[in-house]
């Protein structure tokens, strides 16, 4: 299996520290609003890599957190006129509504940085101790200079950073800090209302980039195998990163950097972000789109590739879905025939075709859109033996399970009703209903029924094997 690794900007063979476990950290949302479809593409694209690892057996540690105090936590709470706790649980709770709907599978552990001050706390001191970070008026900086490595990761400029760094600091930060590039690790309270702990530089609260150092290597160990996180991460939070864990604990932070590309929108395909308006967010979205769909949608491109969000994208998703629906719904219809078997030697050698070309594309830093390419292929040369008066009944179950495991990598279960599936009763129902009535020689009633379907936007097909039925 290969991975591009961000750090060395190539793909590298992934080894991991233990034979078949995977450690893997990726960072989580802060918790002042609702994900938006941009946060889910991180979310959505590393649960389908865990997914991947499990399916090819890996025991994954899968860590993930919650930032629950900043400054957009701190602003926010007073606009509700609420603690930063409450507005945190508020939306970790809207969280993991949202990504359940999406399917995504919990995390191993999903810590809180609030949840960790005594560790952070004693971090920070560490890094004090060894003289990688100083003290100035209740803050904590730390010596960007002083780590030689420094903007390895995402392979900055240190005179340019200075240059940048100095014109957005304010004229206080500029006095305190040492060098311009220097980042906090411990902000002192501003204001008595503000959320703050006692710590040995006074009231204050941890910085941003030092609560991930802290718990991954808490949670994971020094060195792991695997950091995830949109590109937009790489600098400065997982620059930062490095540069703290590296100075504490003297060894490697991390093996394998994965980033995730970014959701755009609109023909100039612009990112989408907060800042810029042009979100919506998942807590919205699924109001009228599928999860399914939408899960499958944004599981369907490689995860460094950007995705352009569009309702055509959204379209042509339920659409294949729909169409592996029909072919699991055929499949099990067959299956539960009463009638002889047969050995095809041709679709077998297929499906072990498929199962070697799949692994293939997914080993190759999970390029899903040729593995869901193989997927397609297959169902169609499904659909073809499904409709020969007898299949190979080993052979369909088979591939049966292939079907179902593999879309499982992508968050699908196609055993799951769709959102738009409340009517299956009725439409069962009818289908049970208009074959009575062919049955009984009633074609006046059996094509009113069929119209009747047609109108709710059923398709009915008659074959030797009985009545089957898709949405059109």
């Not at 860590?63 to 507005?87: G, H, Q």
């Not at 609560?211 to 995830?228: R, W």
């Not at 590739?305 to 592996?324: C, F, H, M, W």
């Not at 293939?360 to 390419?373: G, I, K, R, T």
């Amino acid at each position: 299996m290969k991975v591009f690794n961000t750090l060395t900007r190539k793909k590298e063979e992934f080894k991991p520290l233990e034979a078949k476990k995977v450690s893997m950290y990726v960072c989580g949302p802060t918790v002042y609003n609702y994900i938006h479809i941009g946060n889910a593409r991180s979310v959505i694209a590393f649960d389908t890599i865990r997914r991947y690892f499990e399916y090819r057996g890996y025991e994954v540690k899968y860590i993930s957190n919650f930032t629950d105090v900043d400054d957009k936590m701190i602003n926010e709470a007073r606009r509700e006129k609420i603690t930063v706790p409450e507005l945190a649980d508020k939306f970790i709770t809207a969280y993991e509504e949202d990504t359940a709907a999406l399917n995504i599978k919990p995390a191993t552990f999903h810590p809180r940085a609030t949840h960790e001050i005594k560790d952070i706390i004693a971090f920070v001191a560490e890094l004090i101790n060894k003289g990688y970070a100083y003290e100035v008026n209740g803050n904590v900086y730390y010596r960007a200079k002083k780590f030689a490595d420094y903007g390895k990761l995402s392979d900055q400029n240190i005179a340019e950073l200075e240059e940048g760094a100095s014109s957005h600091i304010d004229s206080k930060e500029q006095e305190e800090k040492e060098d311009p590039i220097d980042f906090a690790l411990w902000k002192a309270q501003k204001e008595t209302d503000e959320i703050a702990w006692d710590s040995p530089w006074g009231k204050g609260r941890p910085g941003w980039h030092i609560e991930c150092s802290v718990m991954s290597t808490k949670y994971l160990g020094a060195t792991f195998d695997i950091h995830g996180g949109g590109q937009d991460l790489e600098f400065p939070h997982h620059e930062n990163e490095i540069a703290q864990s590296e100075a504490e604990t003297g060894q490697k932070f991390v093996n394998y950097w994965l980033h995730n590309g970014f959701v755009t929108v609109g023909k100039n395909q612009e990112k989408m972000s907060k800042s810029l308006h042009n979100f919506v967010t998942v807590h919205d979205i699924l109001k009228v789109v599928d999860p399914q769909v939408l899960r499958f949608y944004m599981s369907s491109v490689q995860y460094r590739r950007p995705i352009n969000y569009s309702e055509d994208g959204l379209k042509q998703a339920q659409t294949v879905l729909e169409r592996y629906k029909n072919t699991l719904r055929l499949t099990k219809d067959r299956l539960a025939e009463d009638s002889l078997t047969i050995t095809d030697d041709e679709f077998r050698a297929d499906l072990e075709q498929a199962k070697a070309e799949f692994i293939e594309a997914m080993d190759d830093d999970f390029n899903v859109q040729n593995a869901l390419s193989v997927v397609y292929e297959l169902v169609s040369k499904a659909n073809s033996h499904l409709q020969e008066d007898q299949i190979d009944r080993s052979a369909i179950t088979n591939f049966k399970e292939l079907l179902t495991d593999w879309l499982s990598i992508f968050g699908v279960d196609l055993d799951k009703p769709q959102a738009n599936s409340d009517d299956e009763q009725e439409i069962e129902a009818l289908i049970a209903k208009r074959d009575e009535a062919r049955k009984n020689k009633d074609w006046a009633a059996s094509d009113q029924i069929r119209d009747q379907l047609k109108d709710m936007g059923i398709i009915v097909e008659d074959s030797p094997q009985g009545t089957r039925w898709h949405r059109a």
